[in-house]
């Protein structure tokens, strides 16, 4: 089993073909085993469609009106959730007055805020951020006011014996000490921001990949319900592995276990696999590697983990 | 005084250094601290009680006692973390009030915040005092070297060692030209052979700050060796405060009149 980055992409890309291939083999066939697939769209049916709808304006105004609302909605909720989450873990006065309230507010979905929406906003496109707002507030409060909550208190006192006060405690202790805790409630957040932004679309909005989605149903287009749910993993994907990444970035300092998945193996098992003629590049590179760890032990590893954390 | 060889070049960079031999008064810029009749802890948990102390200016004060005697509640309420319970607590006649960029803390360990390299976590104190960021560069710089860190200045404190954590952290506490340093059992967590480099170090870069120093520590040769006077806490109170003789001397190590003090302050700790 080849350990190489890009043989662990190889083996992604074979793992989301072979679903593919899974798909079009049982709707081609319209196998009926108790679940029915015969009604099913097959993958090229779902291909075509989207190649239809990639050439039309509709399908980018959708992407465009979906994106917007759900990126207004997860900034929001990402600027008022952090802020919230510092403010109720370092303050009891806060605790006392938000506190009660938040927890009530925090378990109904956001999704059954569908009627306040309507009733509280002038217009659609307002009441869609709002809700995609409330879905990813709460689980970047909470998050916030964990990691706040628990940092090592030495962090602060140092601070405070410098004569840093309570501003530069919050910049240069509380925020920067929490953002790992952060991050985890950001991954959450945008992940279930997708789930209220696309409801929300099927239940009130016009445009957007969720109501184009639910129009399609209507009508019985199953191949354009497909095109949807595919754009909407595809989004959903792309946006949280971009917060994924922001997050890493922003948290390099973390010390990570020197456990690299296939790191060991691969200087154990380099000495040995030398003489073998197969895999010739993917030794060469690891070598390489190798050796660079060895010589620049710091930075050179850090590269490498950092390397291999991308892979999301 | 042991060795006078290093009066190293970098300490021109550092902020007014004076270059006043220790415990010579009246130019030492090092902050008179004084306990009088405090009782020291939590609030509702008394530690230490009738503590009356006089840390004079630009001393080496040790302190030591077996470990939960209150050594790190008489550093915290010296540091302004924590409010005497009764009593007073005053530094140059002025009662404490909170902490103070004057009272430098040094922590047993990993007090250094993770996320800034070596030196960005030297710079933090002068950031703080708003030094302007290229003075604030150079300054972390030269106290880096002082301490022997300048290779590792990019470092991330993880990535270093647990000596060398320590010597940026007393580096940090120093950036700042605090008038006095509270250091915590510094050296507790370090083996014997880098807790004795590390005492070495810390009395050659402590030459010329002037500042005054209550070292907290449960090894009583570390105490003896440090100290201008040695406190010692039993049974919730200050038990004695005693002169050693040829402070910061290797070579006092026989001295009779060390011998015998080393003897007494075992035996009064119980062991």
Redesign the interface.
């Known amino acids: 089993m080849t350990r190489h980055p890009l043989g662990r992409y190889a083996l992604r890309l074979v793992a989301l073909l072979t679903a593919l291939g899974l798909w079009q083999l049982l709707t081609a066939l319209d196998v009926d085993i108790w679940l029915r697939f015969s009604q099913f769209p097959t993958v090229t049916d779902v291909t075509h469609a989207f190649a239809g709808r990639l050439t039309g304006s509709d399908y980018w105004t959708d992407l465009t009106d979906s994106l917007t609302r759900i990126l207004s909605g997860f900034l929001l909720a990402a600027v008022l959730g952090v802020a919230v989450g510092v403010l109720v873990a370092r303050s009891r006065l806060a605790e006392d007055l938000l506190g009660p309230v938040l927890e009530v507010v925090r378990p109904i979905p956001a999704i059954a805020l569908v009627p306040v929406a309507i009733l509280l906003f002038p217009s659609n496109e307002q009441g869609i951020v709002f809700i995609t707002f409330t879905a990813a507030f709460f689980p970047v409060l909470v998050s916030t006011r964990h990691a706040v909550r628990a940092l090592t208190p030495v962090w602060e006192e140092a601070v405070r014996t410098m004569g840093g006060g309570r501003w530069r405690i919050l910049g240069s202790v509380v925020l920067p000490g929490a953002l790992p805790g952060i991050f985890g409630g950001l991954s959450v957040g945008i992940g279930v921001s997708w789930i209220c932004v696309i409801s929300a679309e099927m239940i009130s909005g016009q445009y957007g990949v969720g109501y184009r989605t639910w129009q399609d149903y209507t009508v019985v287009d199953y191949p354009g319900v497909f095109v949807g749910m595919v754009t909407i993993g595809v989004l959903g994907w792309v946006t949280s592995t971009a917060v994924e990444l922001l997050g890493r970035r922003l948290t390099r300092w973390l010390p990570r276990t020197s456990y690299v998945p296939g790191g060991r193996s691969r200087s154990a098992v380099l000495p040995a696999t030398a003489p073998v003629p197969g895999p010739v590049v993917v030794k060469a590179e690891g070598d390489s590697q190798y050796q660079s760890d060895a010589q620049q032990q710091g930075s050179g590893e850090t590269e490498q983990e950092a390397r291999d954390e991308h892979l999301v | 005084m042991s060795t006078s060889s290093e009066t190293t070049a970098p300490a021109a960079a550092v902020p007014a250094p004076t270059s006043a031999p220790r415990l010579t008064g009246a130019t030492a810029p090092g902050a008179r601290l004084r306990f009088d009749a405090a009782v020291l802890g939590r609030p509702g948990a008394p530690v230490l009680h009738d503590v009356t102390l006089d840390v004079r200016p630009g001393e080496i004060l040790t302190v030591v006692g077996p470990s939960g005697c209150g050594k790190s509640t008489l550093l915290r309420t010296l ?3 924590l409010a005497p319970l009764a009593g007073s607590v005053e530094q140059d006649g002025r009662p404490l009030t ?8 040094v ?1 047993q360990e ?7 390299t070596l030196r960005g976590n030297v710079e ?2 002068l950031a ?2 708003g030094v302007p960021r290229s003075g604030r560069r150079e300054q972390a710089g030269s106290w880096l070297a002082r301490v022997g860190l300048d290779a590792q200045a990019k ?2 404190p ?2 270093v060692s647990g000596g060398q954590r320590q010597r940026a952290q007393l580096a ?1 506490a120093l950036a ?1 030209s605090p008038r006095a340093v ?1 250091m915590d059992e510094p050296f507790g967590a370090l083996d014997a052979q880098t807790r004795s480099g590390m005492q070495d170090l810390l009395v050659e870069v402590l030459r010329g700050t002037g500042a005054t120093v209550v070292f907290v520590t449960h090894d009583v040769d570390e105490a003896l060796f440090l100290g201008d006077r040695v406190a010692l806490l039993a049974a919730g109170r200050v038990a004695s405060v005693r002169d050693v003789p040829r402070p910061r001397d290797r070579g006092a190590l026989d001295d009779p009149a060390r011998v015998a003090l080393r003897r007494a302050v075992l035996s009064s700790l119980g062991t």
């Open positions: 540091a302004g973390l909170g902490p103070s960029a004057d009272r430098a803390l922590f990993d007090a250094l915040l993770p996320w800034r933090l104190p703080i005092q470092q991330l993880h990535r940090r700042g509270l």
